[in-house]
Structure formats: structure tokens, C-alpha cells
């Protein structure tokens, strides 16, 4: 017997599940810091044309594969064209090294949220605390596991019991945090300035590495090229509108991103002006608990904020552990828990490494960096373009974009955007594309500075 393809209730459970997948750490750690350095306003404002644009089409050609074949990535693209099926391996690989380093971080951020939860949030201000935390050898590598076991949990559900149902409630929470944290923030004397140095155009801080960065962000933020989106896609019923969902997906991405700068720039502005510079696990974890100890009612705000943290991280982690496990299932035709058992197993002895890369085994250095560093240099900077780029060639070039934008008009929807699309995919997203390897690549050996 062939058993049904798991598929979202509805546009709702899908549009939050999706969104849960984008709204991640890099909305919260990456977008307010990249903002506030690379001019603010005018950084806001590249970002918004190439989420409508760029981030679009990439978006919704994904899911549109995924609806249209109804497979994960590692067989969508070989029903697609024979002579793509590299593609899905490449494709197949991203996710499952991204998995592994993902629960690492997640584990840090169960740590952080115990600690202020506790009421212990001051020690973790202390200069040497984060240092010492991930150098350890236990306490790193149980939390990986427990985060990593709570995304599994969540997977063994099934679609929509497990990560429609979760995502239809966290996704909510996650924003109401959002805005309450940000809204205090804007009471805190001094955080006007704080929100004018985030926001005020600085066109003196603007160049092209900017604009680099911008892409490189956005294309992460959208979780585009890990294999995520085209599973999500392929559980998509086919009289959903996939553009009017994507339309609400980029909104609750942009806008989480956008208001964590509400958050974080203005309090780090008025509590710890030097550190305006870091972004990244320095900012999350050495910078806002410093922030935190200054700002009235500061261990509550920082217990609450990290609650969020993890919200947003595991509604990442599970989407990027479905993706594995749809793979799996695909390719394997296993059942869902024993795909979600294996994939769990693997990714402990992948993640082994990264959560003992800042202490046990911090000597070890591969190209010069520990290994949490070089497995997200290797997915984000190297694959995730490549994937992405070859995708638009089979899409662009080789099916032609016209198959792509049958799938997404087949019931008569509107798709206001198609000749972006035709564009985008053919002449300018393989350009962006290349930008970013050649970006990302140079940036991580101090080639070029952003
Ligand atoms: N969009 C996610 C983020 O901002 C990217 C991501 C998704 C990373 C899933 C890992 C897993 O964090």
C-alpha cells in the first residue's frame, strides 16, 4: 500500500510553519547588527527591494518545485531533469550539516534562558562566563542533545500534528514577545537616540559590501536553498494560493527581523555603546547579558527574551530536521519515525564536534576556523549559493520559468510578480548568487571587510 504524502491543514499552518522555519537566529542576531553598521535606513531599505524581489522569487520557486513534484529536494530535482539529480545530493547535504551546529547554538541558548530564569543572569555577564560555558565538556554537549532531542520530538509528530501545530502556537508567542520587548525598550531613556542611530540613513557607511551583506542575509532569513522550503512546498494541497503564503511569509520574516533591531539597538546603544560592532553568538551571548545587567528590570527582560530565542530556534531546527527527515522517507520510502530516530542518531555524532570545538577539541582548526565555524562556512558560504544557482539554471534555463509559473497559476491565482520572476531567475539572482560566494568566501579570510 502507498502511503499518502503528510500534507499542511491548511494556507494558516502552512504560512507559520514556514515562517517559523525563516524566523530564526539570523533575524535576531545578524539583521539589527548588520542594519545599525551598514548604514541603517538606506541597509533597511536594499534589504526591503530585495525581499520583494530577490527573496521572492527564490522563495517561491522552491516551494513551487516541492508542490509541483512532490518530493524533497534529494528526488525533486531529478524528476525534475534527469541530469540534475547532483543537484539533489548537494542539495540533501546542506541541511543535514546544518542540523547538527544549529542544536549546538539552540543548546546555548537553553543554557542562557536557564540562567536568567533562574535569576542567575548577572553571573552571565561576567566577561570570561561564555568562554567558559562553551569550553566546557559536558554541560555543551548536553544541552546540544536536549535541544536536539526536543526537536525530535516535535518531528516525530508528523506534519501537522508536530510541526504545524507547534509553529500555530509558538509562532504567535514569539511575536507578542517581539513587540513587548521592543515597546519597553522604547522607555528606556535614551533609546530614542538609539532607534535614530538604527533607522537614520548613513549613506557613508553604505558600498557595495553592503549590499553584498544585505543578500547574504536575506537569502539565509528566507531558510532558501537548505531543502526546507521544497519539502514544505511538496505538503502543500494544491488549491493553496502559494503566492498569496509566500506574501505573508516574507512579512512575518522581515518584520521579526526588523523589530528585533527595536530590541537590540537601542539598548545596546544607550547600556553598552562600544559593543554597536558585534554581532553573531558575541552579541547574543556576551552582549545583551552585560546589556541586560545595566537595564532596569533587565533579568526579567533578558529571562523573557531568551524564552524567545528559543522559540525562534526551534522552529528552525525542526523545519531544517523535516527536511532531512522527508528526504529520508523520499528516498528511503521509511517510515517517519524511524527516519526521525536515524536522522536524531546522526546528528549527534555530526554534532560532536561543534559542540566541543571551543574547549575538548579547540585546537583542532580546519582552514583556521573551529569546526561549529567551518560547518556554517561550508553550508552557508559555499553550498547554499551553489545550490540556489543551480537551481535557477534548471529553472531559468533548462524548464524554462514558464513551468515554475504554471505551478503557481493552475487554479487561475494571481501572480502580480511573474515577469520579476522571469527575470530574477534567469539573469539576475544567478548574478546575486555568484556575489555572494565570491562575498562570503573572501569575508571569512579577512579578504574583504563588511
Ligand atoms: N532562517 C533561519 C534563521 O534565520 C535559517 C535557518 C533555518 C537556519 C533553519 C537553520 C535552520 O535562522
Known amino acids: 500500500m502507498k502511503e499518502q504524502r503528510s500534507n499542511f491543514s491548511g494556507k494558516m ?21 548588520l542594519a545599525a553598521q551598514h548604514g541603517g535606513g538606506i541597509f533597511i531599505f536594499v534589504y526591503l527591494i530585495l525581499v520583494v524581489t530577490f527573496g521572492f522569487s527564490m522563495l517561491i520557486m522552491e516551494l513551487a518545485i516541492g508542490r509541483k513534484t512532490k518530493q524533497s529536494s534529494i528526488t525533486a530535482y531529478t524528476k525534475l531533469n534527469k541530469k540534475f539529480g547532483f543537484l539533489g545530493v548537494l542539495a540533501a547535504i546542506v541541511p543535514i550539516i546544518i542540523l547538527p551546529y544549529y542544536c549546538v547554538i539552540g543548546g546555548w541558548v537553553i543554557k542562557y534562558m536557564i540562567v536568567f530564569m533562574s535569576g542567575q543572569g548577572k553571573a552571565a555577564a561576567a566577561d570570561t562566563y561564555f568562554g567558559a560555558f562553551t569550553g566546557g565538556t559536558i554541560e555543551p554537549l ?16 508528523g506534519v501537522q500534528k508536530g510541526v504545524e501545530r507547534v509553529s500555530k502556537i509558538l509562532m504567535p508567542v514569539l511575536l ?20 535614530k542611530y538604527y533607522l537614520w540613513p548613513d549613506f557613508s557607511n553604505f558600498s557595495m559590501s553592503t549590499v553584498c551583506a544585505a543578500m547574504g542575509q536575506l537569502f539565509f532569513s528566507m531558510s532558501i536553498a537548505m531543502g526546507i522550503m521544497v519539502s514544505y ?5 494544491d488549491d493553496i494560493d502559494l503566492n498569496g503564503c509566500v506574501n505573508h511569509i516574507e512579512i512575518f520574516d522581515t518584520a521579526v527581523a526588523f523589530l528585533s533591531g527595536f530590541m537590540i539597538v537601542p539598548a545596546v546603544f544607550v547600556f553598552q555603546p562600544d559593543k554597536l560592532n558585534t554581532g553573531g553568538p558575541g552579541l547574543m551571548f556576551a552582549t545583551l547579558p552585560l546589556v541586560f545587567e545595566k537595564m532596569p528590570f533587565g533579568q526579567v527582560i533578558g529571562a523573557v527574551f531568551f524564552v524567545l530565542v528559543l522559540l525562534a530556534a526551534l522552529t528552525s531546527s525542526i523545519s531544517i530536521m523535516e527536511a532531512i527527515v522527508s528526504m529520508v522517507m523520499d528516498k528511503f520510502k521509511m517510515k517517519r ?15 560532536i564536534p561543534s559542540a566541543w570545538g571551543f574547549g575538548l577539541w579547540g585546537d583542532v ?19 547554499m549559493p551553489i545550490v540556489a544557482l ?3 539554471i534548471l529553472v531559468g534555463w533548462v524548464l524554462k520559468t514558464k513551468t515554475i509559473e504554471e505551478e503557481i497559476t493552475k487554479n487561475g491565482e494571481k501572480f502580480a510578480r511573474k515577469g ?12 546575486f548568487l555568484i556575489m555572494i560566494l565570491v562575498f562570503y568566501t573572501l569575508a571569512q579570510f579577512g579578504l574583504v571587510k563588511y
Not at 142 to 157: C, E, K, Q, S
Not at 176 to 195: F, H, K, N, R
Not at 233 to 237: L, T
Open 142 to 157: 548536553v544541552f546540544f542533545v536536549v535541544f536536539l532531542l526536543a526537536t525530535m520530538a516535535i518531528v516525530l509528530g
Open 390 to 392: 543551480a537551481t535557477c
Open 13 to 33: 499552518g502552512f504560512i507559520l510553519a514556514a515562517a517559523g522555519s525563516a524566523v530564526g537566529l539570523g533575524n535576531l542576531w545578524r539583521f539589527p547588527y
Open 365 to 383: 582548526k580546519i582552514l583556521g576556523m573551529d569546526f561549529l565555524t567551518f560547518f556554517d562556512f561550508v553550508a552557508n558560504s559555499i553550498l
Open 233 to 237: 512546498g511538496s505538503y502543500v494541497k
Open 420 to 431: 520579476i520572476f522571469h527575470v530574477m531567475i534567469r539573469y539576475i539572482a544567478p548574478v
Open 176 to 195: 507578542i514577545l517581539t513587540v513587548g520587548i521592543s515597546v519597553y525598550v522604547a522607555t528606556i531613556d535614551g533609546a530614542w537616540e538609539g532607534i
Open 337 to 351: 519515525w524511524m527516519a526521525v530516530v536515524g536522522v536524531t542518531a546522526f546528528s549527534v555524532v555530526l554534532g
